[in-house]
Structure formats: C-alpha cells, structure tokens
C-alpha cells in the first residue's frame, strides 16, 4: 500500500486545514488509517484513526471536538478535517495503515502500522 498526504499548509491560530491521504496499492477498506503528528524534538504521537469497521473512530484528546476523520472507500482516501488550530498543532502529520485483526488499542500506537505516508506539514501562527 502506498500512502500520499497532502493538504498542509501555514494557517493563522483559531484556522481550519483539511489533511488528505490518498492510498494506492491495496483493499483499502480493510485497513484501519491512522493519522499521528510529529513535532520538532518530539515522538510521533497518536491523533486520530478511522478503524476498518465504517463509522469507528477514535481521537487524541487535544484534538477532540476540533477535529474529524473520515475515509472514503470508493475513492481510496482518509481525511482528516482539523478546526480552531493552536499554535501547538504545529507538526509534520502523518497517515498510515494497519490490517485488521491486532487489539484495538495497539492502533495508538505507531509501531503497528505498516504503511506510512511521506508526511504533510502543518504551520499554525500564533
């Protein structure tokens, strides 16, 4: 599977960006998409997934009630709709994919995904 994020950008604080993750390669609906972040001088941390069941998703709590993830079957692609960016929202984002069948809390953690994206950065000015 290959995975192409886009849709980053520089944005004032209190802004919206809507990531994009285009997947190739694979059945994509079977996959649960995960999108984690990345800061300067910190750990890939865990920010939202959409499982393979449709309709399931699971968010970080600093992201909760600002943001929203979806997929698209047909088209191949998850998003992730981010709203009233913070500073600290800052950070290369990432999105990735797991096959089914692993517990479903070992999809917060990045080591269980196999497939990665190349990443998109996100800006948020204060």
Do not use: H
């Amino acid at each position: 599977v290959q995975l192409q994020a886009s849709g980053g950008g520089l944005v004032a604080a209190g802004g919206s960006l809507r990531l994009s993750c285009a997947a190739s390669g694979g059945t994509f609906s079977i996959y649960t998409l995960g999108w984690f972040r990345q800061a300067p001088g910190k750990e890939r941390e865990f920010v939202a997934i959409s499982r393979s069941n449709i309709g399931s998703t699971t968010y970080a709590d600093f992201v909760k009630g600002r943001s929203t993830v979806s997929r698209d079957n047909a088209k191949n692609t998850v998003y992730l709709q981010m709203n009233s960016l913070k500073y600290e929202d800052t950070a290369v984002y990432y999105c990735a994919a797991a096959p089914p069948g692993r517990l479903w809390s070992a999809y917060f953690r990045p080591l269980v995904y196999d497939y990665w994206g190349q990443g998109t950065l996100v800006t948020v000015s204060s």
